[in-house]
């Protein structure tokens, strides 16, 4: 269906380049392969199927973030603003879709380490 705009995306702009260098590549990854993360998403068992739409669950799909505790932690901020609107593209979608006939529920889970 087509990717989601770099200029959408929100930069942290962080004066640690280890952030910064993370942000960028999610942001690009997120801005060039949007279709692919998406459907990787209805992949996990935690999302239903797509049905359960989550910007910390999506998180999960940058490889950076994913790889361990102590990096989801270190790169919760690198990566929070394009899971967040990769989430919201995905809900747009799925609101237009014919398929979908019941309510859809966004929430926001707070992860505590």
């Known amino acids: 269906m087509g990717n989601i705009d770099f200029k959408v995306i929100r930069r942290r702009n962080f004066d640690d380049p280890i952030l910064e260098k993370v942000e960028n590549e999610t942001i690009n990854l997120t801005c060039t392969q949007t279709d692919k993360l998406l459907?990787?998403?209805?992949?996990?068992?935690?999302?239903?199927?797509?049905?359960?739409?989550?910007?910390?669950?999506?998180?999960?799909l940058y490889p950076n973030y994913r790889e361990?505790?102590?990096?989801?932690a270190k790169f919760y901020l690198?990566?929070?603003n394009s899971a967040a609107c990769l989430a919201n593209e995905y809900y747009r979608?799925?609101?237009?879709?014919?398929d979908v006939d019941k309510c859809i529920y966004i929430c926001r889970t707070i992860w505590c380490w």
């Open 68 to 72: 361990s505790k102590e990096n989801r």
């Open 78 to 80: 690198s990566v929070g």
């Open 93 to 98: 979608r799925q609101i237009k879709s014919k």
């Open 39 to 60: 459907e990787e998403y209805k992949k996990f068992p935690q999302s239903h199927n797509g049905h359960y739409i989550n910007s910390d669950l999506m998180q999960m």
